[in-house]
């Protein structure tokens, strides 16, 4: 893939905001402001936590390899000469027959009916893979590209994602939360020691209010088995015309991502069940 500068801007502004931000909270705040020792630690300790584990879960959603597509369902030269040379019907036939043949499944349907495969990668998709045009390669179980990390969000790294949109909503109350006396303080004294604590704590609702929304929506469709192109996106099983139904209810659909371990779940380190080719379904 080509290199392009600009891919990475949106992970270098996080990291310079994430920098500015330690240094008004930990010298700003707790340092200049803060007069009793015991609380300053506090603060810098609960601070550190929560920069650690967002700080954590940001490089691991952007630095975490995307799962893609097994070779088993790539189509050999000689398969892929004669599926091009085929109609659209016996071009369906012929992937019927390769899936048959190599013991492989795929449920889910174009909305013509056929069996989903991707033009770029040449191989057919398993289900919920999806071709990323910013990556330039299938995903597998792909919610969405996020420029901000850089990366697909997909079956390896979802939970890593989910929980940088946690860590980060949590930060940003925090830093409110300690930091509201001196907004105000500034409001009414305009002294210029606190403006670093200020343009700290306007960063903060500001990215806040939006990460909230962000992690509401996405826990949301965590919670319900689904993911975002899932969501946006009408899909279709083997000749029912019916959407595949992955809700397994709340809990399973949690763990469906996050593990059955309860002690990595904070965690942003892959602790999710199967292989991201095959999912329970509910039957009809």
């Known amino acids: 893939m080509t290199f392009k500068c600009h891919y990475y801007l949106p ?56 799962a893609l597509v097994p070779t088993e369902y790539v189509l050999t030269d000689e398969e892929l000469y004669r599926y091009e040379r085929e109609n659209e019907v016996n071009k369906d036939l ?65 939970k890593n994602f989910v929980l940088m949109l946690f860590y980060s909503t949590g930060f940003c109350i925090y830093f409110i939360g300690t930091t509201m006396d001196c907004f105000l303080l500034y409001l009414n004294t305009q002294d210029r020691k606190y403006i670093p604590v200020v343009l700290g704590f306007l960063t903060a609702t500001f990215l806040g209010m939006i990460t909230s929304i962000f992690g509401l929506f996405h826990f949301s469709l965590l919670f319900r088995n689904k993911t975002t192109l899932e969501r ?8 029912t015309g019916e959407h595949p139904n992955y809700d397994l209810g709340c809990l399973r659909n949690f763990t469906e991502v996050f593990g059955t371990n309860c002690i990595l779940w904070p965690c942003p380190i892959f602790s999710g069940k199967g292989d991201g080719v095959m999912f329970p379904v509910v039957e009809a």
């Open 232 to 239: 946006l996106q009408a899909k279709t099983f083997t000749g």
């Open 94 to 158: 012929l992937l019927q027959n390769i899936l048959i043949r190599r013991n492989l499944v795929a449920y889910e349907r174009t909305c013509n009916g056929y069996i989903r495969y991707c033009k770029v990668c040449n191989q057919i998709k398993p289900d919920r893979a999806h071709h990323c045009s910013t990556c330039g390669l299938c995903v597998l179980k792909m919610d969405h590209h996020c420029g901000w990390i850089n990366n697909c969000v997909g079956f390896t790294n979802q």
């Open 11 to 66: 992970p270098f502004v996080v990291i310079l905001i994430q920098t500015l931000a330690f240094y008004a909270y930990i010298i700003g705040f707790c340092v200049y402001i803060l007069n009793d020792v015991l609380i300053s630690c506090l603060y810098i300790l609960i601070f550190n936590s929560l920069f650690i584990m967002f700080t954590w879960s940001f490089l691991s959603a952007a630095c975490t390899s995307v």
